[in-house]
Structure formats: structure tokens, C-alpha cells
């Protein structure tokens, strides 16, 4: 059974760095595609990007000059870092199975507020 | 970018009534060299992930009970639930994946009346 687990600090502070780790279970981290999906607050899902293990990546326009995403096959784990942060990038963050097709498999999510 | 769009944005059915929820992308997602239309359809309930319910436009996931069925090709796309339970109340997205970014519709509430 595939597994997601998101982790990382759930509070940054305005124009600093959002990091977040998943950690994959139950499959190799080279069998797919690996997304971001964020949620702000009672509102609707946002594509961030996805991340193949050779390296292959593709971002969401509105987000690209300020993510970063990274694979760790010796970990089974997959990352994602955004940049100069402010209050419209509180959102829950998940991490998703899939990015070329439909999106099957989901973490359960991590709660990140920026606020000083 | 494709953009997609969902109406209505609420609706409220009664228990065992029938529940549309309509779908629309700004350009085709249908692909023609292999005829699929690459759209799929997620129901995300309070305080969990969303769960995939539906691929290929019709395709239903496994384990998803077949009240739940996928129509429409091009630009329009139709969710049906054929007999709403208490447990499908939740919030519905479409999401294309013809093209990246990916792209989401806003997402339709759906209520019991």
C-alpha cells in the first residue's frame, strides 16, 4: 500500500524559505511522477509542480520562479522549497503520487502559515 | 494555460436524487491521437485529501461505488451522482491533465436538502 507522509515546520515566517519533505512508502520513489498540490484556507487546489527521479520537472507558471523540488532515491523522499514566502502561501501542502496523469494518491496534508 | 471552470459552485439534493455537477476546460483536453479525454474528478470531504474518483473522463476509479459516473468530451465534461447518499456530501474538483500546469476547477459543493 502507497504511502505519503508531508513534513516540515508549519509556521515560516514572511520572506523566508518554505521547506517541505514527503517521505514515500509502500513503492520506489523511480516509479513515477511525484507532485505538490497546495490548498489555502477554505479555498480550492493549486498545482505546484511535479518532479521525476531523473530529474525531469515541470512547475506551475504562477509559482516557477520561486520553487524548487528535488528527488532522494536513497531516501524514498521527494522535497519542495519556495521561496521569498508571504501570507498568500499559507495553505495546506500535499504531496501526490502521479503529475503526468490523474493524481491517485495523496499525503494527508501539512498545515504551513507564514506570519512573523 | 487551460483553464477550467465548474457550475454550479453549490447545490443542495435531496437523499436519494440526482446530483450534476458540470465541468468546463477553455480549450479541447481531448487527445486525438489516441481518443481519451484527459480529465479527471476528485471529491474531497472536511479535513481530508481529495480522493480520486473518476479518470478518462469516464473511467471510475476502483473501490468508487458506481453511483459515481463521468460524461462529456472536449470542452464539457458532466459528473453524476445517480442517487445521492449522506456520504457524498464533499466538495467535487475536476482537474485536466492534458497539458501542465495542471489545472483544477474551482470546486462544487454539494448538500443535502
Known amino acids: 500500500q502507497v504511502q505519503l507522509q508531508e513534513s516540515g515546520p508549519g509556521l515560516v515566517k514572511p520572506s523566508e524559505t518554505l521547506s517541505l519533505t514527503c517521505s514515500v512508502s509502500?513503492?520506489?520513489?523511480?516509479?513515477?511522477?511525484w507532485s505538490w498540490v497546495r490548498q489555502p484556507p477554505g479555498k480550492g487546489l493549486e498545482w505546484i509542480g511535479y518532479i521525476y527521479h531523473s530529474g525531469t520537472i515541470s512547475y506551475n507558471t504562477s509559482l516557477k520562479s520561486r520553487v524548487t523540488t528535488s528527488v532522494d532515491t536513497s531516501k524514498n523522499q521527494f522535497s519542495l522549497n519556495l521561496r521569498s514566502v508571504t501570507a498568500a502561501d499559507t495553505a495546506v501542502y500535499y504531496c501526490?503520487?502521479?503529475?503526468?496523469?490523474?493524481?491517485?494518491?495523496w499525503g494527508q496534508g501539512i498545515l504551513v502559515t507564514v506570519s512573523s | 494555460d487551460i483553464v477550467m471552470t465548474q457550475s454550479p459552485g453549490s447545490l443542495a439534493v435531496s437523499l436519494g436524487e440526482r446530483a450534476t455537477i458540470n465541468c468546463k476546460s477553455s480549450q479541447s483536453i481531448l487527445y486525438s491521437s489516441n481518443n481519451k479525454n484527459y480529465l479527471a474528478w476528485y471529491q474531497q470531504k472536511p479535513g481530508q485529501p481529495p480522493k480520486l474518483l473518476i479518470y478518462w473522463a469516464s473511467t471510475r476509479e476502483s473501490g468508487v461505488p458506481d453511483r459515481f459516473s463521468g460524461s462529456g468530451s472536449g470542452t464539457d465534461f458532466t459528473l453524476t451522482i445517480s442517487s445521492l447518499q449522506a456520504e457524498d456530501v464533499a466538495v467535487y474538483y475536476c482537474?485536466?491533465?492534458?497539458?501542465?500546469?495542471?489545472?483544477f476547477g474551482p470546486g462544487t459543493k454539494v448538500d443535502i436538502k
Open positions: 501526490v503520487k502521479g503529475g503526468k496523469e490523474w493524481l491517485r494518491t
Open positions: 509502500g513503492t520506489s520513489i523511480s516509479s513515477d511522477y
Open positions: 482537474q485536466q491533465y492534458y497539458s501542465t500546469p495542471l489545472g
